[in-house]
C-alpha cells in the first residue's frame, strides 16, 4: 500500500459543506481535529527486514570463521584417514622445536610432524651441502638414524668424491664449481603424503622439484628444473624423526612453460640472494 492510499494521507469530506478538509501528516492539528503520523509502509517494513537479515548472518560468517580458529593437537573422528590426500595447513601443534645448523630438528611424534620432518630432510639431502665432506658428515648424522648413518656416509663419501661424477654435475674434481659461477642444489617441496603410520615408525612420500646445475657465463651445465617424489622410512630415535631408509624417483613433472629463462647472472643473484625455507605441516 503506497502511502497516499494510507488513511493519515486521505482526505474526508465535511458534513453539508461539499468542501475537502485535508489533514497533512505530523501537523499540530487543526480545528477539525489532530493530524495522524502515517503508518510504516509495508515497503519499509521489508527493507528493515533485508537489512535485519544481512546484519545476522555477517555475524554467523564472523562468528563461524572465528570459530574455525580453535586447534587442537589430536584429528577428530572425521578427519581423513592417512592414505586419503590431507592439504597443507596449519594445525596448531608446533612442529619444530629447534634446529641443528641449517636443518630443521625437533618434529612432533604425529603423522604431521612426520611430514615435516621428511620435507625438511629431503632439502638436506638434495643441498649443495652434500657436496662437502664436511657439511655432508652433519646433514647424515642429522637425518639418518644412528643405526645407518655409519653406512650411509662411506657410500655417499664414494659417490661425492667420484671424479666423473663431479665433472657430470659440471663441478671440479674437488667439488668446488669454476671461478665465477655459482654451484646450485635446491629442493623446493611441492606436497608430503603419509602412506604409513603406526606409533614410532611412518612412510612419507614428498614430492619436490629441484633446481640443478652450474650458473655462470659460459657453464656448460646451466640451471635447470627436474622433478622427483623421495619416499622415507621414518624411525622414532631419541626425541625425533630419523630416516631409516629412502628411495627416490623421477617425477611426476609438469608440463615446462615458455617462461623466458633468467641469465646467467639473474640466476647467481638469486640463489645468493633468496634464502630456503624450514617445511613444515
Known amino acids: 500500500m503506497s502511502l497516499s492510499d494510507d488513511g493519515g494521507y486521505g482526505g474526508d469530506r465535511g458534513p453539508e459543506t461539499g468542501q475537502t478538509r485535508t489533514r497533512l501528516p505530523d501537523s499540530g492539528g487543526d480545528g477539525y481535529g489532530t493530524g495522524r503520523r502515517p503508518r510504516a509502509s509495508l515497503s519499509s517494513r521489508n527493507l528493515v527486514t533485508g537489512v535485519g537479515v ?14 574455525g580458529d580453535t586447534s587442537s593437537d589430536s584429528p577428530s573422528a572425521d578427519s581423513p584417514k592417512s592414505s586419503d590426500t590431507q592439504p597443507t595447513a596449519p594445525t596448531g ?34 643441498s649443495s651441502g652434500m657436496y662437502d665432506s664436511d657439511q655432508r658428515d652433519v646433514i647424515l ?41 655459482t654451484f646450485v642444489s635446491r629442493a623446493n617441496p611441492v606436497g608430503t603424503k603419509t602412506t604409513q603410520f603406526k606409533g614410532g615408525t611412518a612412510k612419507v612420500e614428498v ?22 617424489t623421495s619416499t622415507m622410512q621414518l624411525q622414532w630415535s631419541n626425541g625425533d624423526w630419523k630416516v631409516a ?23 647467481s643473484k638469486a640463489v645468493q640472494g633468496f634464502g630456503g625455507f624450514t617445511y613444515a605441516r
Do not use: C, H
Not at 154 to 159: D, F, G, N, V, Y
Not at 207 to 228: C, D, K, M, R, T
Not at 245 to 267: R, V
Open 141 to 181: 648424522d642429522t637425518v639418518y638414524a644412528s643405526s645407518v648413518a655409519t653406512a650411509r656416509k662411506e657410500s655417499l663419501r664414494k659417490l661425492y668424491t667420484d671424479p666423473k661424477f663431479l665433472a657430470s654435475a659440471g663441478l671440479k674434481a674437488d667439488g668446488n664449481a669454476p671461478r665465477g659461477t
Open 245 to 267: 631408509n629412502i628411495k627416490q624417483k623421477a617425477g611426476p613433472a609438469p608440463i615446462g612453460s615458455d617462461q623466458t629463462a633468467a641469465t646467467a647472472g639473474e640466476m
Open 93 to 126: 601443534t608446533k612442529p619444530v622445536t629447534g634446529k641443528n645448523g641449517d636443518i630443521a630438528t625437533g618434529f612432533a611424534k604425529t603423522e604431521q610432524g612426520a611430514q615435516s620432518a621428511a620435507a625438511n630432510y629431503a632439502v638436506a639431502l638434495d
Open 207 to 228: 614430492w619436490y622439484s629441484l633446481l640443478f646445475g652450474i650458473a655462470g657465463q659460459g657453464s656448460q651445465n646451466p640451471v635447470s628444473e627436474n622433478w622427483y
Open 54 to 67: 544481512v546484519v545476522l548472518l555477517i555475524a554467523a560468517i564472523a562468528f563461524a570463521n572465528r570459530s
